[in-house]
Each structure stands twice: as C-alpha cells, then as structure tokens.
C-alpha cells in the first residue's frame, strides 16, 4: 500500500503523466479551450507602425513647451505623406501612424487648439504616447509556445497575426466507469435503497472542463466479472476513471480486478479528506484513477489531482491549481494529519469565506450550495475568525 500526501500524490501524477495525444488543426473560431500544440510567430513586427496611443498632437519633443503651427491631421487607417519640421505639429488620432519627424504625441487634453496654431503648456519627453514599430515583437519572434491553453486573449493574439488554423492537442477520450450495486440512472425511478449516478454526469463535466472527451460507459456491479468488463472497455479509452469501488468494504473490487491486468499502483491512499482511498495507477499501457465514490470525494480527487494527468496528457505544459486566500467569517477546528477540502461560501469579491454546513462528502446538497472549499494545511488545528486560509474555487 503506497500512501502520500496530496502535495507527493500532485507531483507523483504531474512526474508520471506526459503529453500522450496527437495533433490536429482546428479553425480559429473553435481553437478556444484547447492546447497549442505549435509555436505562433509574428508574422512583422507589432505594432508594425510607429502608432499612436493617444487621441492628441504628434510634436518633436524638444519643441514644448510652446506653440506650433498645425500643418494637418492623421487618423487611423491614414499614413500622413509629410514630415513634421521644428515647431510643427500633426493633429493624431489613436491607431494612427505617428508621422515621420515626430518623435513623441501629446494628449489632446493638454493642448489648446486656435485655427491652425496648438499651443501646449508643457514638456514632453521623445516617446511619449506611442509604440514605436516592433516594441511588441519583432517578425518571426515567437509570440505563443505550444503547451499553452488558448483562451480569448490567445484567439485575439493568433488573429492579430492572421492565424486562421491552428494546430491543437487532440482531447483525450476519458472513460467513465461508475461502480456500485445501488446504482440506477438519473433518468430511473430508484428503489428506496437504491442512489441515482450522480457521478458520472458530475465527472463527465470535469472531464470537458480539463479538455477530454468524457465515454461514460455503463455502471460496474459490484461483482468480478461486471467490473473486468468495464474495467477492459474503460482501458481501450486514453485514461480510464472509475468511482467508488476502491475503500476497504467487502465488495470494493476495483483494485483488485485492476490487479489482473497487471496494473502498476503509484499510490492507493492520499491523506485528504474527502478522498483518502484514492487510487493512481497504469495498466496496459493506460492510466486509470480509481476515485471514492462519495460524490464530494469524486469531485475533489478528480479536481486536484486527476484533472492534471488529462491536462497533461493533452499538452498543457503546466497544469495549475490556483488557490486564493480568503478571510475566514467563523472559526473551526480540526484533528491533524490530513489536507482537508471543506465546501464553504466565497464572497462575490473573494474576500471573505464561510464555512458550509455539510452532513459529510455525500451530501450532495451541500456541494451544490457551496461555491468553493477551504483547503486547510494538515498540521493546524486551529482556525480563528478573520484568518486568512486558503481556498479553491469550484
Ligand atoms: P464507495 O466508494 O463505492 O464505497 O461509495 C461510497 C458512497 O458513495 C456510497 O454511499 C455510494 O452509494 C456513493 N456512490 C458511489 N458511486 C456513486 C455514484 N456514481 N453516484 C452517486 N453516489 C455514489
Ligand atoms: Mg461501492
């Protein structure tokens, strides 16, 4: 039995996992949400003109203060086919092409316009209020490097450099495989002693999240030959996820049918709470997670740490898990020993945190209510009011 902490089980998936997929090109206007699989380079340099930041005067700087004669004006989209000479001065709009001679673009604000004379009441220093030709990159730089995910400002970036296709990691098909004899489908009527799979639709939302294509494949009983069946479906998949199945009961038989196909375990314990029996290992050439079942459990062990094997496995060179800090509103206390992750309420502008009510890591309920967990370290035992703890956003 390997045990870890979560910062030795992160690192052990971050350590193990690479980047297993293939490429594929993809138009820009779907390129969002998926990794950069090669390297962006300016195609000229930007701005690729000297452009102005400011709506205003482009002057030579070693003329103000002073007044100067206005000899005509330059808007975006125009190139002015003059040259500014000592004591004169081009009316410019943003976006246009500071003209040749000028070295520096006064506010508008700050000058006094009368017929074709400006006068301007203060010193300016050469450069101010553009960007010079190629301050940004220069052609050919590199702009964006593969492994990164591609967002809005990404897509802005690579449709400034007129990419309109663009080469990304292929999404990892991520099976899903529930467990558990009590198990029906949401769309069932369960027995009174029967729970809808609420796991599998909670996970296939991760798994779109993390950049995989969730397969979720039907429930495993809790018997050997149910779950090597779903166990060998879920392995022709790229990574194969199972809940429940994996804590000490009688009839949690996923570590064992894993076993039989010659599965490696990298751990099969974590000290968290929810989550402790979480299980990381390969077998046949795939990587499986077997998370608690307990819905909390499920989302927490997939969010912190299995999520960053399919970031990894898609290409994103560093997968992330960013926690904020947060005021604490109500006191707690806790046993040591094990990184919990409480459901708890962020306030709108992430300053302050309450913790949750929750009857426990199935209380489904409560992981709806809740916007966020607060991640306590597993020495302390203390938490006063008006702490600062840290805490990871759904
Ligand atoms: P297990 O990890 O199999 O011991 O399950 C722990 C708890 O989670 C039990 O109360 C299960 O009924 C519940 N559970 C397991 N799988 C699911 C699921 N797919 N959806 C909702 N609850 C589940
Ligand atoms: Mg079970």
Known sequence: MVVLTFDEARACVLRE?????????????????????????????????????????????????????????????????????????????????????????????????TGDRVRIDRSSQSGDNFNPRGIEARARDGVLSAGVRIGHSEVALLATVGHMQVLVYRRPRVAIVSTGDEIVEPGEQPAAHQIRNSNAASLAVQVCRAGGRPEILPVARDTYESTRTLVKQGLDSDLLLLSGGVSAGKYDLVEKVLAEFGAEFYFDRVMIQPGQPLVFGKACGKYFFGLPGNPGSTMITFETIARAAIEKMAGLRVPALPLLRARLTRPFHQKPGLTRFLPAVLSADGATVEPAKSHGSGDVTALARCNAFLVTEPERTEWRLGDDIRVLTK
């Open 17 to 113: 996992v690479g980047v297993s997929m293939g490429t594929e090109t993809v138009v820009l206007a779907e390129a969002a949400g998926r990794v950069l699989a090669e390297e962006i380079a300016a195609d000229r340099d930007y701005p690729p003109f000297p452009r102005s930041a400011r709506d205003g005067f482009a002057v030579r700087a070693a003329d103000l203060p002073g007044e100067l004669r206005v000899i005509g004006e330059v808007r975006a989209g125009e190139v002015f086919s003059g040259r500014v000479e000592a004591g004169e001065a081009v009316e410019i709009m943003t976006g246009a092409p500071v003209p040749d001679g000028a070295d520096a673009v006064v506010m508008v604000e700050h000058t006094e316009r």
